[in-house]
């Protein structure tokens, strides 16, 4: 059989969770509840549902390549200029072109660990090489990554939040690792969880960009706007960055469904409103109830939770068996998304069952 390159070879694949149908017919089970994807459970808004419905009539014709009129609305709305918008198939497909666009085998990209697992295997397939910097106190310690940074290095990740932890990093923090950093690296900042912070000392990314510096900011529809399963996400950098990226990206790669329904959800603050505080009024449930069963958890910024918890794949597995879907993340944490109230109440319910 053909042989890929080493660095192919090396790559652990991404394992995707089974479909929730199979998985009850397998287990036998009824109702179940995900939590493991950090999706929206509130589900999209009326007004992309809408606009989806208006353009499904349209589906012969290819989506219109250049975005222009989701990247107008971002544009006014973000007050940045059309072409420093970039539309992905998701902002996971933005990582992946901004990679293809920047690295080449050899190069280095910094980035914490545990976080999002996709800069890893982005770069990786690049040939090029990860270097993971341990978090420290659950949070991207960017003292440590700016001091990882070579003549190699060209790119950083940082998600802030960041998953699995839900953490943020301060304006303050921000600041001091721009200060520090050579121009030869782009920082990537994945702010997929953007719209969910409510922390003043949130770092302010854009400022970075509107001073001129090499950042890639991403943020997504798949998360506050319940729209995960269209697939669609933007990235903010200077023009040149946007059209070096645009070079690589497939020419009709956001579909006109996606892009559609996402100008509807931009119409819509009071579902943004109402998500966020179906998530907050979640995070208040879900940290008094691990406070009274004595579970260890990190405060968050995002709409999951990050849960220390020994054997977390047999906890992960007995959750299972009673309907309901987390994340194990390594040995001992799990991470659960914050539910709409009767999910939540499902979820400590079945926690409070198995840690006896
Ligand atoms: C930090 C982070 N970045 C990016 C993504 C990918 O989002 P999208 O659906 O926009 O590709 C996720 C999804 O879980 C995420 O957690």
């Not at 914490?112 to 990860?130: E, I, L």
């Not at 301060?170 to 050579?182: A, I, S, V």
């Not at 997504?220 to 690589?248: H, P, Q, V, W």
């Amino acid at each position: 059989m053909i042989r890929p390159p080493e660095y192919v070879s090396a790559i652990k694949p991404y394992v995707p969770g089974k479909p929730i149908e199979e998985l009850e017919r397998e287990l036998g089970i009824k109702n179940s509840v995900k939590l493991a994807s950090n999706e929206n459970p509130v589900g999209p808004s009326q007004k992309a549902i809408n606009a989806l419905k208006g353009s499904i009539e349209s589906l012969n014709r290819y989506p219109d390549g250049g975005g222009y009129y989701l990247k107008k609305k971002l544009s006014g709305m973000l007050d940045v200029d059309e072409d420093e918008l970039i539309l992905g198939n998701g902002s996971n497909e933005l990582i992946d072109i901004a990679v293809r666009t920047f690295l080449t085998p050899g190069d280095e990209a910094v980035m914490a660990k545990p976080s999002f697992v996709v800069y890893a295997m982005a770069v990786m397939a690049q040939g090029a090489k990860a270097i993971e910097i341990p978090l420290k106190d659950f949070r991207h310690d960017l003292e440590s990554m700016a001091d990882a940074v070579t003549e190699k290095t060209r790119m950083l990740f940082i998600a802030n939040p960041n998953n699995p932890t839900g953490t943020i990093n301060t304006k303050e923090e921000f600041d001091r690792l721009m200060q520090r950093l050579p121009d030869h690296v782009l920082v990537v900042v994945d702010e997929a969880y953007y719209e969910y912070v409510t922390n003043p000392e949130y770092a302010d990314s854009v400022k970075h960009f509107r001073a001129g510096r090499d950042v890639l900011i991403l943020r997504t529809f798949s998360k506050i706007y319940g729209l995960a399963g269209l697939r669609i996400g933007y990235g903010i950098a200077k023009k040149d960055i946007i059209n070096e990226m645009n070079k690589i990206r497939e020419p009709f790669n956001a579909n006109s469904l996606a892009q559609a329904a996402a100008l509807g959800a931009l119409d819509d603050r009071e579902h943004l409103k109402y998500s966020r505080e179906i998530n907050e009024q979640g995070k208040r449930y879900l940290y008094s109830e691990f406070k009274s069963l004595g579970i260890e958890f990190v405060p968050t910024e995002a709409n999951f939770i990050y849960i220390v918890i020994n054997d977390s794949q047999a906890v992960y597995e007995a959750l299972l068996r009673q309907g309901v879907i987390v994340r194990p993340m390594g040995p001992q944490a799990i991470r659960v998304t914050v539910g709409l109230p009767e999910e939540n109440k499902r979820f400590i319910e079945a926690l409070r069952t198995v840690i006896k």
